[in-house]
Nanobody, 119 residues
Framework: QVQLAESGGGLVQAGGSLRLSCAAS????????MGWYRQAPGKERELVAT???????NYSRSVKGRFTISRDNAKNTVYLQMNSLQPEDTAVYYC?????????????WGQGTQVTVSS
């Protein structure tokens, strides 16, 4: 099993920046891809960015060029640097880890961290 602990959310003005962190613990050797998703009030959870074990990133169209995902495998931590934040980025941000020691693979989720961008 894997536990995910997120940190770094908060309130920021439009145009500002925040950095989210997600530290994984437990059977971290079984983690493959990691990523960030977000859910705004009244909306479905959506992909923000993912990163493979080999550091290959993937971004949603809405954040590409503004957000950067990275991971430190030695610390079992994934980061999301968010720049040029806009009010539409307001959401609860969830960390995700793909656990591949189960067949089929299983998704673990963090508890979520609130990001609020004021105009």
């Amino acid at each position: 099993q894997v536990q995910l602990a997120e940190s770094g959310g908060g309130l920021v003005q439009a145009g500002g920046s925040l950095r989210l962190s997600c530290a994984a613990s437990g059977d971290t050797d079984c983690i493959s891809d990691m990523g960030w998703y977000r859910q705004a009030p009244g909306k479905e959870r959506e992909l923000v960015a993912t990163i493979t074990n080999g550091d290959r990133p993937n971004y949603s169209r809405s954040v590409k060029g503004r957000f950067t995902i990275s991971r430190d495998n030695a610390k079992n931590t994934v980061y999301l640097q968010m720049n040029s934040l806009q009010p539409e980025d307001t959401a609860v941000y969830y960390c995700n880890a793909e656990y591949v020691c189960y067949v089929p693979a299983y998704d673990y989720w963090g508890q979520g961290t609130q990001v609020t961008v004021s105009s």
